[in-house]
T-cell receptor
């Protein structure tokens, strides 16, 4: 079946630094990638949608200059949290959707802790 | 805007009991998916229902999609401690639109 590899699985960074999270589709072409954020004991909240080769579309309240999304190829999308602050600490999850017939495949998530 | 209302949000039951989780919306979905998520991991797909009135069974789990494709339910028979986790329903519209998630149901099954 379709697999999305997400790295790193966890990261701790200092306040003010940037962190990059990668999601790779291993056996299909991810034409669309969705990025979610999940706070403890809450559901997944959509941050942005990106289509390969296009600029990402951000949900209301999500700062596009802070959460940089790149989807330059059909197998790789990245989310960079710039100038991270403790309030950015969360669980970030990507979900890829490919050609017709493929559903939504989720990565395993990245636990970001900003200290 | 939360388009999918999922209930209950928390459920603690004894091993062997039955339970039902509900997902309701005023929107029509082309499909509805149920996921289970363990702490620190991504959601794992349990089932996708696409046809109004459809019923799918996965061992002790029974999933139903409403006739109007606006609501769904998950019924677990004879719950076991291994069923403990966060259950999420998510609706999909046509095209490459994102899934709309419910708030989740945190299930705890006590031995």
């Amino acid at each position: 079946g379709a697999v999305v590899s997400q790295h790193p699985s966890w990261v701790i960074c200092k306040s003010g630094t940037s962190v990059k999270i990668e999601c790779r589709s291993l056996d299909f072409q991810a034409t669309t990638m969705f990025w979610y954020r999940q706070f403890p004991k809450q559901s997944l909240m959509l941050m942005a949608t990106s289509n390969e080769g296009s600029k990402a579309t951000y949900e209301q309240g999500v700062e596009k200059d802070k959460f940089l999304i790149n989807h330059a190829s059909l197998t790789l999308s990245t989310l960079t949290v710039t100038s991270a602050h403790p309030e950015d600490s969360s669980f970030y999850i990507c979900s890829a959707r490919g050609e017709r017939g493929y559903g939504y495949t989720f990565g395993s998530g990245t636990r970001l802790t900003v200290v | 805007t939360q388009l999918l209302e999922q209930s209950p949000q928390f459920l603690s039951i004894q091993e062997g009991e039955n339970l039902t989780v509900y997902c309701n919306s005023s929107s029509v979905f082309s499909s509805l998916q149920w996921y289970r998520q363990e702490p620190g991991e991504g959601p794992v797909l349990l089932v996708t229902v696409v046809t109004g009135g459809e019923v799918k069974k996965l061992k002790r789990l029974t999933f139903q999609f409403g006739d109007a494709r606006k609501d769904s339910s998950l019924h677990i028979t004879a719950a076991q401690p291994g069923d403990t986790g966060l259950y999420l329903c998510a609706g999909a519209h046509s095209g490459n639109t994102p899934l709309v998630f419910g708030k989740g149901t945190r299930l705890s099954v006590i031995a």
